[in-house]
């Protein structure tokens, strides 16, 4: 049996769609493993770090957002592809910290082609340098006496966690400073996934 192509880690919380990919991306040549969420992923990656992941954005526990922005901070290297329906076109959607994006229910020649390409032999591809402007997605988690949403925010340089009123700004990225060491954040939020409708 040949070796494989490259390692792939399939982040997806809809069992189908892990089987589907995990038979397809065999069949090409590629070893896979695959995972329900975020925290599975990551202690995946601590088992073996793959050469590319492939995940969904909008899952439970811990979403693509969140997975991937801490990817990018800890795995720089690791190729990454973020798939989502709820989102159109081919651009990775702001904040998203990945190298490209397919969106789930086009062609899934589309996703084997990115694959492909991201699996090329390295001196043919622009590595990005670690990207430390991966924004920190965390949820909201309610709001203060006066009414006000907040966020708490862990700092990713001295690990201390400070609270963050969110005022009525809409934007999807906002930026802020540590309340302890004064590190400049970027964060967004996760909004929690539509509840699926009841089957008809």
């Known amino acids: 049996m040949h070796d494989p192509k490259a390692n792939l880690l399939v982040v997806d919380d809809e069992a189908p769609i892990r089987r589907t990919l995990s038979i397809l991306l065999t069949a090409l040549g590629y070893a896979v493993r695959t995972v329900p969420d975020g925290f599975s992923a990551l202690a995946e990656i601590r088992n073996e770090i793959p050469d590319l992941i492939i995940s969904d954005l909008n899952m439970p526990a811990m979403s693509g957002f969140e997975l991937l922005s801490v990817v990018r901070r800890r795995f720089p290297t690791v190729r990454v592809i973020a798939m989502s329906g709820a989102y159109s076109g081919n651009d990775v959607p702001p904040g998203v910290a990945a190298d490209a994006f397919y969106e789930k229910g086009t062609r899934p ?14 001196n043919t591809l622009v590595i990005h340098p670690p990207r430390s402007n991966a924004p920190i997605w965390i949820p909201t988690n309610g709001h203060d006496p006066s009414g006000v949403p907040y966020v708490v925010i862990s700092c990713p340089e001295c690990l201390r966690a400070f609270s963050q009123l969110l005022g009525s ?9 540590c309340a302890h060491c004064s590190n400049p954040i970027q964060f967004a939020i996760v909004h929690a996934p539509a509840p699926a409708s009841p089957a008809a």
Do not use: G, H, I, Y
């Open 109 to 122: 020649a589309t996703l084997f082609r990115m694959v492909d390409a991201m699996m090329r032999p390295r």
């Open 169 to 177: 700004s809409a934007a999807p990225m906002l930026d802020t400073s």
